[in-house]
């Protein structure tokens, strides 16, 4: 199955009740039992949900893996994966990261005794010098959030495979449209569904997909005993969004290279970040590992200064400054002071994100009404 079926019937069984094409809401807590311990799948709703269920095998199907779990939000995604790890080991992390995912791994989990090794995941190199004994997980976002940086998932799977430690990979950004981390050699893929699977900003949802049976069978623990699951009507909205994943992620691509273009000639912009430009240092990483460039662009303005920033962004009018991507609408985001403002000044700049940073997620409006409100903001 092609993958653009796979997002419309992937994983998906007929409901036998009335013919439903659309799996239906299960708004339900618990279920009937014909005696203790006999019943027809379900029993209580933490455990399994028949919406749920449905979800988490069209997200099995589309990232080509054996196993989905779906989770109240991508912070509890992350967090069941962290929860496979005891007190002294090591997590290396990509150094540009999701501000929401360093605050978990260093204000969180850190006081539990993980240990976090942030560092630029881009050198294959500099990665193998950081594994020790107690390595037991290198957590990759590509493209990253916000500056663009692709990271070699091959590379690093091979590296991992060699030390016998676990790769993860945050593919929020990618989409499996655009990118299949499974395929490349990653253990676990994971979703903010937040954002382009649903892909309507009308619901918060994490995920999670493997192909190891012993590997799901620990998250599957972990997702039932601490709880952070989604609910029936999220579960049946996510599932909806990805039905047109592949529709919308065209759009997005094609609206975002429209922008790069107007962006890269504009004599007020200084920096622009997406991989589809030929300059990208990641450029041919990103023609061999993505089948597309996206629709996340980041860029800086010559003036280099919040000021011009604040003054662009509240300029705006089809563009909303809001945080969160994703979503069918175009927003604009300040990584500075939203996103990334829980990662400190000094360890965010390093890596770019300086006040002069703006990141757009390019919805799927059409691209010359996009252009000329970026054109009349920025002017």
């Not at 649903?198 to 997909?209: F, M, Q, Y």
């Not at 629709?295 to 969160?324: C, H, P, R, W, Y």
Request: proline letters at 4%; charged letters at 20%; one cysteine or more.
């Amino acid at each position: 199955m092609k993958f653009n079926t796979k997002t419309i019937h992937g994983g998906q069984i007929k409901e036998k009740g009335y013919g439903a094409v659309m799996p239906p809401i299960y708004q339900t807590s618990t279920y009937s039992q014909t005696k203790p311990g006999e019943h027809l799948g379900y029993e209580y709703s933490r455990t399994h949900n028949p919406t749920r269920s449905a979800l988490e095998r069209s997200l099995a199907s589309i990232e080509n893996g054996k196993y989905g779990m779906a989770f109240s939000s991508g912070l509890s995604a992350i967090d069941a994966i962290l929860k496979l790890f005891e007190p002294g080991d090591e997590i290396i992390s990509t150094n540009d990261l999701y501000g929401g995912s360093y605050r978990l791994f260093d204000k969180v989990f850190k006081k539990f005794g993980l240990k976090f090794i942030f560092s630029d995941l881009q050198n294959i190199d500099s990665v193998s010098k950081l594994i020790t004994v107690k390595t037991k997980m290198i957590w990759v976002e590509t493209p990253t959030n916000p500056m663009m940086n692709l990271i070699d998932i091959n590379a690093i799977s091979n590296l991992c495979k060699d030390n016998e430690i676990l790769l993860a990979v945050d593919n929020t950004f990618a989409t499996p449209y655009l990118q299949k981390p499974l395929d490349l050699g990653a253990d676990i893929v994971m979703h903010s569904a937040t954002k382009y699977l649903a892909g309507h900003s009308d619901v918060i949802l994490g995920a999670l997909v493997v192909k190891d049976d012993k590997l799901a069978e620990k998250l599957y623990f972990l997702q039932n005993s601490s709880g952070a699951i989604c609910g029936p009507m999220d579960s049946f909205l996510t599932l909806r969004g990805i039905k047109t994943l592949h529709v919308r992620m065209e759009r997005h691509c094609f609206n975002a290279q429209k922008i790069i273009k107007f962006l890269s000639n504009h004599q007020k912009i200084d920096k622009l970040y997406w991989p589809g430009i030929s300059t990208h240092p990641n450029h041919e990483l990103a023609k061999k590992q993505m089948s597309g460039f996206g629709g996340m662009i980041s860029f800086t303005t010559k003036n280099g200064d919040f000021k011009s920033v604040q003054e662009i962004t509240s300029k705006l009018k089809i563009f909303t400054l809001a945080e969160s991507l994703g979503g069918v609408e175009s927003l604009a985001n300040h990584p500075a002071s939203m996103t990334h403002a829980s990662i400190p000044i000094e360890l965010r700049e390093k890596t770019g994100v300086v006040d002069s940073l703006i990141r757009l997620s390019v919805g799927i409006e059409d691209h010359e009404d996009l252009i000329n409100d970026l054109d009349q903001a920025i002017n």
